[in-house]
DNA sequence: GTAGGGTTAG
């Protein structure tokens, strides 16, 4: 079977301390400081010495008791202490786990590298990375099981840029690494909390790997692709994955979630074809199913995901909670939320994450009240949220508007479940507010902060100054950002549109120079359509579309139609000071017009239309799709890079809030 | 001499 959840931590009190406290200790008190001689030699892994009650004991999970019967052991072997260390770790208790250190450093045991190495574990499962530390610290023989276990406890810990510092010093005693040492270290240059990129030392890392002959080995060079992946690199990812001398399923996978997680769902697409005509042998798995599914989410290719659907069933991944989740969202994120809530509802068994999805479900499209009463249920079945419940709930409650009972919820995240925000909920709080035209609370959110606010929390910031026009709070905002982020075009774009809504020219010029000396480009809007099981893709200048003729003549002749009703197109979006004329015409051709005409030609009278935008939806499409809705008598649905837009004679699900 | 590693859900 799989394991696919890690053990969930429970967040320990007010813990003794280690090592000094008597209480912790008391069987042998003040043993710390009065070591044996070196006992490494003592035990000598022989089994049979071992202590049968301490072992039974362990077996049934009576560890106070097990630790009693230790107390009056004269002479513990490696093995009983082995099993005493699993038994803590296994019974999920610090406090047990210290006293049995105490044990192993009253004899000298803790000296054994084998055991320090299980201690290091122990205190890396139970969430007491100072402990682990302490052991690597005090451990004089260190083998390289001891070096790894720290690297991998500290990785976990999100202490990445510590491993490194330490693989550095390992380097540097020349301490040679083994084919553990560097899955380890690479993973540690993604797990750092810090803002600051450890790329550059992933890619020396890559050097290591290449001089000590490691390059033909699955385990360490998926690792490495994985860790491009998680940097953006594609480029590097794939090339990586080009050069694997043997490939397997899980490195198959990971190249595709690469693609589906960077915003290249078509070639996730085409690799998962390519395995799966050029390796018969290779069975994808539930993993690789995931990316998939993933990269039909993306597309809103809802006939794609029917497909895969149906090969899940065949292969009886359907069972398995991860995928069914994916599911969820992918019918959920291509429109069709009844079918998402029902795949939800045969569910016989649920986690967290399956009710995660359900509750963005409904948050993005814009089912507020939903969305809460979702997660209230789920916590009246007795699951408790994860932190991704918050992102989930919140984003719904900022998608409809909901500032009081959004509030509500952050602040019950600590006090009533020990959940500590994370950037990402400051954001979802920062955009709550910031949509509701609270921006003051927004920016008052952020001074109170108690972690540093990343580019997510001054992106939403920067993002609700667009909606309300905030010229002051922007230009603090991108003062962060430009620093933070000073490669992300969308920046510098929000800044240059609140400058022209405000007529502020020069400032417009200013940031566009700035723009284009940094060498970069603003990402152009791109509007999809499913027809037919085929995705039709539109930009708004774009020669080679055999259609776009007609579909700008029907376009101008709607537009001229719909005026006459009413309909008066809303040119800020251009950021050029052009007369009014020239600017409508800009509009007319946004990608997502052009895909709402493509719809109307190309599809049955009654039949909705479905369509997807990179970009959030600009005030003139969306007027625009209102009118279209009720003057041509079609239901159209819109999902932008945020949420889902219903649009049924003339009106939006939206509200005109978003 | 023992032990430990890569891809995934929101």
């Not at 994450?353 to 979702?374: D, E, T």
């Not at 040119?571 to 509009?587: A, C, F, G, S």
Request: glycine share 6%.
């Amino acid at each position: 079977m799989w394991a696919f959840q890690t053990p969930q931590t429970i967040q320990q009190p007010h813990l003794p301390k280690p090592f000094h406290n008597p209480t912790a200790i008391s069987p042998k008190p003040q043993c710390c400081l009065a070591l044996r001689p070196s006992t490494t030699t003592r035990s000598n892994g022989d089994s049979n010495n071992n202590n049968p009650l301490i072992q039974s004991l362990c077996k049934q999970g009576n560890l106070n008791q097990a630790l009693q019967v230790l107390a009056q052991e004269p002479n513990p072997t490696q093995h009983t202490y082995e099993l005493l260390i699993l038994s803590c770790t296994r019974q999920n208790s610090l406090p047990q786990g210290i006293n049995l250190h105490c044990h192993l450093i009253h004899d000298g045991s803790d000296q054994d590298p084998f055991l320090a190495t299980k201690l290091i574990n122990m205190y890396s499962e139970l969430d007491s990375i100072d402990n682990a530390r302490k052991v690597f610290d005090k451990t004089r023989k260190r083998t390289i099981y001891i070096w790894n276990a720290l690297f991998r406890a500290l990785t976990l810990a999100g202490h990445g840029r510590e491993v490194l510092d330490l693989y550095r010093r390992m380097n540097r005693l020349r301490v040679p690494s083994d084919r553990f040492t560097y899955t380890y270290v690479l993973k540690a240059c993604v797990a750092s909390e810090e803002f600051v990129s450890l790329l550059l030392n992933g890619r020396e890392i890559h050097g290591h790997i290449l001089r000590h002959g490691f390059e033909g080995h699955v385990h360490i060079m998926t690792t490495l692709l994985d860790m491009y992946a998680r940097f953006g690199c594609v480029l590097n990812a794939s090339r990586v994955f080009d050069q694997m001398p043997v490939k397997n399923v899980v490195s198959w996978s990971a190249m595709i979630a690469c693609y589906s997680k960077n915003g290249k769902p078509f070639e996730a697409l085409e690799l998962f074809r390519k395995m799966m005509l050029e390796n018969q042998d290779l069975l994808p798995n539930s993993v690789t199913m995931v990316s998939v599914l993933q990269a039909c989410a993306a597309l809103a290719a809802l006939e794609q995901g029917k497909l895969m659907h149906g090969y899940i069933l065949r292969r009886g991944l359907d069972s398995i909670l991860p995928v069914v989740s994916a599911l969820v969202t992918v019918y959920a994120r291509c429109g069709n939320l009844e079918l998402g809530h029902r795949v939800f509802e045969r569910m016989e068994k649920r986690d967290v994450v399956s009710w995660n999805s359900l509750i963005s479900s409904y948050g993005i499209h814009g089912f507020g009240r939903k969305a809460i009463q979702i997660f209230k249920e789920m916590i009246d079945q007795g699951l408790s949220p994860s932190p991704i419940s918050f992102v989930s709930v919140l984003g719904a409650c900022s998608h409809a508007g909901l500032v009081e009972e959004g509030k509500v919820l952050f602040e019950s995240m600590v006090r009533g479940h020990k959940i500590f925000p994370s950037v990402e909920h400051y954001a979802c709080m920062v955009d709550l507010l910031g949509r509701a035209n609270r921006l003051d609370e927004a920016a008052k959110i952020i001074d109170d902060m108690r972690i540093e606010p990343g580019p997510k929390v001054w992106g939403s910031l920067l993002g609700s100054c667009r909606i309300h026009c905030n010229v002051e709070l922007a230009e603090r905002a991108t003062s962060r950002l430009f620093e933070l982020e000073p490669t992300n075009a969308g920046n510098y774009v929000l800044l240059a549109d609140i400058y022209a809504e405000a007529k502020m020219w020069n400032e417009v010029k200013r940031v566009k120079m700035l723009l284009e000396a940094r060498g970069l480009q603003k990402v152009p809007g791109r509007s999809c359509i499913e027809i037919r099981r085929k995705i039709y893709s539109f930009m708004s200048v774009d020669e080679f579309n055999p259609q776009i003729e007609q579909l700008h003549a029907l376009l101008l002749n709607l537009s001229m139609e719909m005026k006459e009703k009413g309909y008066v197109p809303d040119t800020k979006v251009v950021l050029y000071d052009l007369d009014p004329e020239e600017k409508e015409r800009i509009v007319l051709g946004h990608s997502e017009k052009l895909a709402v005409a493509f719809g109307l030609i190309n599809s049955k009278k009654g039949e909705t239309i479905r369509i997807t935008k990179n970009l959030r939806l600009c005030e003139d499409c969306h007027s625009f799709t209102k009118f279209i809705s009720k003057f041509a008598n079609r239901e159209i649905l819109v999902r932008d890079v945020n949420r889902f837009h219903l649009f049924q004679d003339g009106v939006c699900s939206c509200d005109d809030y978003w």
